[in-house]
Each structure stands twice: as structure tokens, then as C-alpha cells.
């Protein structure tokens, strides 16, 4: 499925809240400024699918994919991790880095790789995702971009 049409950047954050609650992922510490960095599918209000990019340099931070359960295996997902990551090549990040606790198979699919935390870059530890609100038991993974 060619989903590149219909990824949109900057969803409203309450829609991107609800969606990213509704799948158990953090959303604590979202503003509406990390909405700049954020793509959908779907509309503004009611995304039905989300991906965010937290720009830290030379790197970034891949976070919040989620695509509503109904519409899952569509290449909804794999869409996003695509644009995600050409806007963070396109902003000078050389290496993206993710944490996550149920999709390290997909990830792992798409080239990232099990990266050790202790080797985080010092800006990716910054984060609030890093830093506190994913556990300690997450994947840490990397791909060069």
C-alpha cells in the first residue's frame, strides 16, 4: 500500500494523546511544538496513525508509532517509519534511535539494530522518553540513516 499521500505532519495533540493512550504508549510529555515532528494518517483531529521524531542533532529519536488495531498490516506503519525517517536525514540526523517494549520484530525488520543503552548518544538520554518514560526493560535500537 503507497501511504506517502496520506501522511500529514502535525497532528492536534489531543488527537495524538488519545490515540497514543489508547495503545498504552507514553504521552506524558507531549507538547504542541513536538507536533511540528509528528506525521499521521487519517485527519488532524482523529489520526489513525501517528509517528513522531525527536530531533537531538546528529541524531533523532524515533517514538510514538501506533496505527489504530483495525488498520494494522496495510503498510501503514512501515509508511511513516519511511517519511520518519527521511525528515530526520533531511534534518541532518545521521542515526535514529527508539525504544520500545512491543515492536522490536518490526523494527528489526527494517534494518534498526539492538544498540546498547549505555551507548546512547548524551542528547538521546535527554529526553524525557529515554530518561523516564519508557522502562529500563525497553529495546534500545539504532539505524544508520
Same mark, same amino acid.
Given at each position: ?7 500529514? $505532519? ?37 489520526? $489513525?496513525?501517528?509517528? *513522531? ?21 496495510q503498510g501503514? *506503519? ?15 540526523? $545521521? ?18 539494530m539492538v ?31
Open positions: 500500500m503507497d501511504t506517502r499521500a496520506s501522511i500529514r $505532519q502535525k497532528p492536534s495533540r489531543a488527537g495524538a494523546v488519545r490515540l497514543l493512550e489508547n495503545a498504552g504508549l507514553p504521552a506524558s510529555d507531549l507538547t504542541d511544538a513536538h507536533m511540528e515532528d509528528f506525521f499521521y494518517s487519517g485527519t488532524a483531529a482523529a489520526p $489513525q496513525a501517528i509517528v *513522531g521524531v525527536e530531533l537531538c542533532g546528529s541524531d533523532a529519536l524515533l517514538r510514538s508509532l501506533v496505527v489504530e488495531p483495525d488498520l494494522r498490516a501503514m *506503519g512501515s509508511g511513516l517509519v519511511t517519511h520518519a525517517e527521511a525528515y530526520a536525514r533531511e534534518r541532518g540526523a $545521521q542515526v535514529i534511535y527508539l525504544l520500545t517494549t512491543t515492536a522490536e520484530a518490526f523494527f528489526r525488520s527494517r534494518g534498526y544498540t546498547p543503552r549505555d551507548i546512547a548518544p548524551p542528547a538521546v538520554r535527554a529526553t524525557a522518553e529515554f530518561s523516564g518514560l519508557c522502562p529500563a526493560s525497553s529495546a534500545f535500537l539504532s539505524k544508520r540513516l
